[in-house]
């Protein structure tokens, strides 16, 4: 037999990128820019709760909650700021080098360079025709402004008028934290957590039990009709979920549960979803483990809760996660299910600062939401990655 030798040198090596080797820079620039752009409606809600209702729909928005004061006599006043002037010189335009009083309304800053923030401009509309503006740059010299000042004398509140320069108004932060108290004062607010607390354990646990048992009979035992047994539960995903209320409802009505924890709890204990996912993952363990335990005497049970539970923990928590955020921020089923306050759970509770007879409290609905999802930032801080976990496997084959 001869001897086959091979040149390793003229073979051509292909030289691929190992995932996650080498991931340019803009990859990661963009992921940031995303994330920032979807925290910004969570960043809003805050600086909002934090807000006297008079700062909730000012022009241009304020994201820190502030004030005006002076300092008077070496102590701080504070102060409402009704009208400010300017002083100003034109330095570009057909006014050039001329001098006049014009209202701040009328000056507006640009950047000189969109790339350049940081080179603002000040500019004023010297056109008599507002259809077809003209912009000239001038230099601001001085600015006066005009105060309301409130101050309490034998017990009657009133106001004084005094005109000041701008650089002698300054700016403070205030954040109204009462907000978050009064969110508690003004509405049962902690028993609608405590609702949502209890009903979401409850769903969630009764969920995961009832999903893995279904899971394990579809994926580990034999019995006639399975497949099709299992198809038919799966075609019940396919029914919109507004189209199963008022069966559900008229269901709970007959049995004398409308208003209840009974009610609110066992309609969501039990998923399709949750039992699918189940089944693909446990259709991935080794049926070898299994048939090692029924040489050893197990039965159908103990292989369940000392085999497959224990080698299923990722797709436990996943859809522990899963459960616990839907069951905690439902808002459809408990508003139908729910008569009386004290029953309401969170996201209904909520609804009570909308359509007041003095208006949607904005202040206060978003204070109260960002303590409604506390316990979710919390959770998922600490989960995220059973959430990719849980995308993998929508893909799983059995």
Not at 174 to 186: D, F
Not at 189 to 207: D, E, K, P
Not at 344 to 373: C, H, N, R, S
Not at 384 to 391: A, H, L, M, N, P
């Amino acid at each position: 037999m001869s001897d086959n030798k091979v040149d390793l040198s003229k073979i051509k090596v292909l030289n691929r990128k190992k995932p996650g080797e080498k991931v340019s820079v803009g990859y990661y620039i963009l992921l940031t820019l995303v994330a920032c752009f979807m925290i910004v409606p969570l960043l809003w809600m805050i600086s909002t709760s934090l807000k006297n209702p008079a700062d909730v729909f000012v022009y241009p928005p304020k994201w820190i909650p502030d004030y005006n004061y002076i300092i008077e006599d070496g102590n701080k006043v504070e102060v409402n700021v009704i009208n400010e002037v300017y002083e100003i010189k034109y330095i570009s335009g057909a006014l050039k080098g001329t001098k006049s009083t014009v209202p701040k309304g009328n000056i507006d800053v640009e950047w000189r360079r969109w790339w350049t923030p940081w080179d603002k401009v000040n500019l004023v509309n010297t056109s008599k025709n507002k259809k077809f503006p003209r912009w000239d740059e001038v230099e601001i010299l001085s600015g006066v402004a005009t105060l309301d000042i409130l101050f309490v004398k034998d017990g009657v509140t009133n106001f004084r008028t005094k005109e000041v320069s701008v650089d002698k108004v300054f700016k403070g932060v205030r954040p109204v934290w009462k907000n978050y108290s009064k969110v508690i004062e003004v509405m049962p607010f902690l028993r609608f957590y405590w609702n949502s607390f209890i009903v979401s354990v409850l769903i969630t646990f009764g969920q995961v039990l009832t999903s893995a048992m279904a899971a394990y009979s579809f994926s580990r035992l034999n019995f006639p009709g399975r497949d099709k047994l299992f198809l038919g539960y799966l075609a019940t995903m396919m029914i919109p979920y507004a189209v199963v209320l008022v069966p559900v409802y008229i269901l709970m009505n007959w049995l004398n549960w409308v208003d209840t924890f009974r009610a609110l709890i066992i309609p969501g204990m039990f998923s399709a979803y949750g039992t699918f996912m189940l089944r693909q993952f446990f259709m991935t363990i080794p049926v070898d483990l299994e048939d090692a335990a029924k040489i050893d005497g197990c039965n159908f049970l103990r292989i369940f809760w000392n085999i497959i539970l224990p080698l299923s923990k990722p797709a436990l928590a996943t859809l522990t996660v899963f459960t616990l955020l839907g069951s905690w921020m439902s808002f459809m089923w408990p508003l139908i299910v729910t008569n009386s306050v004290s029953m309401k759970t969170l996201p209904v509770g909520l609804a009570y600062f909308q359509d007041t007879g003095f208006g949607t409290q904005y202040e206060l609905l978003m204070a109260g939401a960002f303590m409604a999802i506390i316990p979710l930032v919390i959770m998922f801080v600490f989960t995220q990655r059973f959430f990719v976990e849980g995308i993998k496997m929508q893909g799983l084959k059995g």
